[in-house]
């Protein structure tokens, strides 16, 4: 059947599963525009900045586990992709990037909004493609959807000149993808199955270490059941919240840099260390020599690159997350060796240890009466609902408050910029997270500062009765800087206050939506419930106390044992 | 320390790039490179030295390999191997040393390509000492130009007995 490059466009999409799109036009990609007006099957959701089109994709793929996409012009459309871009590809998030480019006859002329983005983006995609064969267009579509969601996922660029868009190809029926140089591994080595499990039975202070992969791979009941089963306690990354029950007896929360006291002194006491879809990312490991420097260390993670990066792994294991853990799981059930009651009876000592360390520095901050502290909001917000929102964040103290202080249960409800730290990523996640998942709430939990950053997409969520609620800390300062200010530098603020700031209630009213302010703790849990029972996009603008700062803390580089407590 | 690395890859627009990318972007240097086509005309190989601690050169090898374009990468440290360089070399010679010239090109296994009545151009391969012992005895000569390839390497055929 011959088609138009842009109508082979909306068959793949239709093909590949997707029902939303977030995007932006421009002249590049009008042809393609065009047949989204004809689409019915396809929701355009107009951003008000391509930015933010990525960062809803990226949160939108997260929720619904599968290829989130976002369409946009060449040039100045294409460059204001390369934050989202960059941000899922840390955080190894599948999205797919269609970008519009100049006919192919004008490629490198510097030609009117021509910009090399493939160039631009080949460090920071998992792959990138530039269709200057319309008779490739398909085939190439279907490889990038490939690439994104499988193996370690990750972002996926497509260049797509106009002409291509407007020449007449052959639609052929899909067939699976087949590449000669790319075959990610997904089952373990069974030997090295049978090696960690018996290293692990063997341990005394064992620590289930488990991050973003336990996530992308779905891998959260297996992980779950493994650490319940040993009775080893788990701490998980910023990007593995929510793979493990965070109110479950067995959880230390978070570690690393505003890690819990007791996650971190288990990991720098622990005899055994089973890292599972996680990377020793330098804020969770700190002074590397001085990282679980008693321990056998395991690791589990699909992308080789990741194993013995940083650190020397002794029992390295190439799978994915879920297979592996699930492989586990099997070997221990089948073996004599293995008997629930007796590992948990052996692991007492250990986890009376933690229970020490934590009941001598819990999680905590000192609470004020007349001054709200960010902490209370945040665990005000988990009481109203449940535990049961998609937290999204922005970057900065507020989403280590979040971090901390929403004990996260489920996979997929916790959405940051973990790798880049994007500010500006939150609110446009929380609009993706929404499309996503409508009937769920969506809570941004944002700074005063970073909320700026993708503020105009107040429009967008009014455009698609998006309710989400922006949860600003407000603390008129870029707080996470102005702590490092404080403690490293002086407290020499040196352009980290923001006293000069939109009256956010009135901004929120300005767009249709509605503004809450709260100034004193007892007007917390009102504000919260209001903005719960509006069936509108809400800002929640709560004032705290200024210069609270993030704890514990392992200042950079630094053991992670050297914390600075509350 | 000195790594030669061979890599089959996909040949293809940008597929060189994303190579040369991953050592320019931890200010890792590439001291020579050599690519072509193999027997099938879809596939290069390239080979390229490199000079770097061990452990960050095992993580670019890793992350070679992750590139969706390549085949294969092989780090010749892990193996035994055999590698040449070629060298094309203009030298002055004039009625004193043309005689001489052509006696240390011999020695060399070396072979004129381009004559003049002032100079040789020779051409000259071999691995990385061979080619610098000739260009350090040359020198005391004359050489007017100097253009090398970068070096080519081949693992030996396992030997059994
Ligand atoms: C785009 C971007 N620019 C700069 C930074 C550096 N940075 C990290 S946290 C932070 C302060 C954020 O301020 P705010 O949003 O008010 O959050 P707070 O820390 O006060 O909660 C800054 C500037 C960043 N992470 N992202
Ligand atoms: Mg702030």
Redesign the interface.
């Known amino acids: 059947m011959k088609v138009t490059g842009a109508q082979a466009l909306m068959k793949c999409l239709k093909e590949q599963g997707v029902n939303v799109v977030f995007g932006f036009p421009g002249g590049a990609v009008i042809d393609i525009f065009d047949e989204i007006m004809k689409n019915k099957d396809l929701t355009h959701v107009l951003v008000r900045h391509e930015q933010a089109a990525v960062h809803a994709a990226d949160a939108y793929a997260r929720v619904v586990g599968d290829v989130g996409v976002a369409l946009v012009t060449s040039g100045p459309g294409a460059t204001n992709t390369v934050t989202g871009i960059a941000s899922a590809y840390l955080d190894s998030i599948p999205i797919v990037v269609f970008t519009g480019q100049v006919p192919t006859a004008l490629i490198g002329n510097d030609a009117f909004q021509e910009v090399d983005i493939v160039g631009i983006t080949r460090p920071c995609t998992k792959h990138n493609y530039l269709v200057t064969d319309p008779n490739e267009l398909i085939e190439t579509i279907r490889e990038a959807f490939h690439i994104a969601r499988t193996g370690r996922p990750g972002p996926v660029l497509i260049d797509l000149p106009k002409d291509v868009m407007a020449a007449m190809v052959n639609f052929t029926e899909p067939k699976p993808v087949k590449m000669r140089t790319y075959r990610p591994t997904y089952e373990p080595h069974p030997g090295q199955i049978e090696k960690a499990c018996k290293s692990i039975l063997k341990a005394k202070k064992p620590v289930l270490y488990i991050g973003g992969g336990v996530i992308a791979s779905n891998a959260h009941e297996e992980v779950t059941e493994f650490a319940r089963k040993m009775s080893v306690p788990v701490t998980m990354t910023l990007m593995g919240l929510g793979g493990f029950p965070g109110t479950d007896p067995l959880s230390m929360g978070m570690l690393g840099m505003h890690g819990t006291y007791f996650a971190n002194m288990a990991v720098s006491d622990c005899d055994m260390l089973i890292a599972v879809g996680a990377r020793f990312d330098d804020r969770v490991t700190g002074r590397l020599d001085a990282f679980a420097p008693h321990a056998k260390i395991i690791h589990i993670d699909i992308d080789p690159t990741s194993i013995s990066k940083n650190i020397g792994v002794d029992i390295p294991i190439v799978a994915d997350c879920k297979h592996a853990v699930a492989a586990m799981n099997s070997w221990l059930d089948r073996t004599k060796e293995f008997n629930r009651d007796e590992i948990a009876v052996k692991h007492e000592p250990w986890l009376n240890k933690i229970r020490e360390w934590k009941a001598k520095h819990p999680l905590g901050y000192v609470e004020e009466a007349d001054i709200i502290k960010p902490q209370f909001v945040v665990q005000k917000l988990h009481e109203l609902t449940g535990g049961d929102a998609i937290i999204t964040t922005e970057v900065g103290q507020n989403q280590m408050w979040a971090a901390q202080f929403y004990h996260f249960n489920h996979p997929r409800a916790f959405l940051t910029s973990g790798g880049l730290g994007v500010m500006g990523y939150g609110f446009p996640a929380a609009i993706g997270a929404k499309m996503a998942a409508p009937e769920r709430t969506v809570i941004d939990i944002a700074g005063d500062g970073s909320i700026q950053m993708n503020i105009q997409e107040l429009a967008t969520a009014m455009q698609y009765k998006c309710p989400v609620k922006i949860a600003i800390l407000n603390n008129n300062y870029l707080g996470m800087v102005r702590q490092w200010q404080e403690l490293f530098y002086d407290k020499r603020y040196s352009n980290t206050g923001l006293e000069t700031a939109p009256d956010f209630v009135k901004l929120a009213e300005a767009y249709g939506a509605v503004g809450l302010r709260a100034t004193r703790p007892s007007e917390v849990e009102p504000v919260i419930k209001e903005a719960l029972a509006t069936d509108n996009t809400v800002i929640m603008d709560f004032v705290i106390s200024r210069e609270e700062g993030v704890y514990p803390m392992v200042p950079a580089g630094k053991a992670t044992t050297e914390m600075l407590l509350v | 320390m000195k790594h030669t690395i061979s890599v089959l890859l996909?040949n293809k627009?940008?597929v060189l790039?994303?190579v040369t990318?991953l050592f320019s972007?931890r200010g890792y240097n590439i001291e020579s490179l050599c690519v072509n086509k193999t027997l099938d005309p879809n596939v290069s190989c390239l080979t390229l030295v490199s000079y770097g601690a061990d452990q960050i050169i095992e993580?670019i090898t890793?992350?070679l390999?992750?590139l969706?374009?390549?085949?294969k990468v092989t780090d010749m440290a892990e193996t035994e191997y055999v590698e040449r360089e070629m060298v094309l070399i203009r030298i002055k010679a004039e009625a004193g040393t043309r005689a001489e010239v052509l006696r240390i090109i011999d020695i060399f296994r070396g072979k004129v390509v381009d004559v003049s009545s002032k100079s040789y151009a020779v051409e000259i391969t071999g691995d990385e000492e061979k080619i610098q012992a000739v260009i350090d005895i040359l020198k005391p000569i004359g050489i007017q130009e100097i253009v090398k390839t970068g070096t080519i390497a081949m693992a030996r055929a396992r030997k059994t007995l």
């Open positions: 996909q627009p940008g790039s994303r990318g972007g993580q890793k992350q390999h992750k969706i374009d390549v085949i």
